[in-house]
């Protein structure tokens, strides 16, 4: 069963939007402040942990169920991460002009970057198949992410967005890349480097 190698809970939409407004409340603390409010919208997507048990190796090719658990894991990070750049779009909305903004307001690109980090395992294996990834990640149900107003690029990256080593990498569905484009209406820019 695919479930016994995988070690992972992905992060809530709560965790994620408190994640971006601490960034933010430790950005506009600084003196003297340039700019107020962030400029983009950053997501680490971590993949989930898998564990090569000696008890129950993982196999040398990866399983469908195994690959979907990880999409899966994907999938909702992407989905809580959308979501709580809504809310902080939202709350950026009703601000008072009083306080501090949580958003910049420019005219400059506001990214929305998806960091896609390098698969791991407990115990590697010494396999290319589970060294280079041919399954690409996609979204479930796109179409029920919110649209988020204010980014104006898309950038999904591997984390280490300058190195060349493709080991490890999950690889992105061009479908999915086009499917969040389609939820940033303002979009201007759709940057992936590791296409």
């Not at 399983?63 to 979907?68: I, S």
């Not at 894991?73 to 809580?80: E, L, N, P, T, W």
């Not at 709580?84 to 903004?101: F, N, P, W, Y």
Request: charged fraction near 20%; aromatic fraction near 6%; include cysteine.
């Amino acid at each position: 069963m695919a479930s016994q190698h995988i070690l992972a809970t992905p992060p809530s939409q709560d965790a994620i939007l408190n994640s971006l407004l601490e960034g933010i409340r430790a950005y506009n603390a600084r003196i003297p402040r340039l700019y107020v409010g962030t400029d983009s919208f950053d997501l680490d997507a971590e993949m989930p942990l898998l564990l090569n048990l000696p008890s129950a190796p993982l196999a040398c090719r990866e399983p469908l169920a195994e690959f979907e658990a990880v999409n899966a894991h994907f999938s909702a990070q992407v989905h809580a991460f959308f979501n709580a750049v809504h809310i902080l779009e939202d709350m950026a909305d009703k601000q008072s002009s009083d306080e501090l903004d949580l958003i910049r307001r420019d005219e400059n690109l506001q990214p929305v970057v998806i960091r896609i980090v390098d698969q791991s395992f407990d115990i590697y294996l010494d396999c290319w198949h589970r060294t280079f990834h041919t399954r690409r990640l996609t979204v479930k149900n796109p179409d029920s992410l919110p649209l988020l107003n204010r980014g104006t690029q898309l950038r999904v990256v591997p984390y280490q967005a300058y190195s060349s080593d493709m080991a490890n990498m999950r690889p992105v569905s061009l479908r999915t890349l086009l499917e969040l484009a389609t939820r940033l209406p303002h979009l201007r820019e759709l940057n992936c480097p590791c296409l």
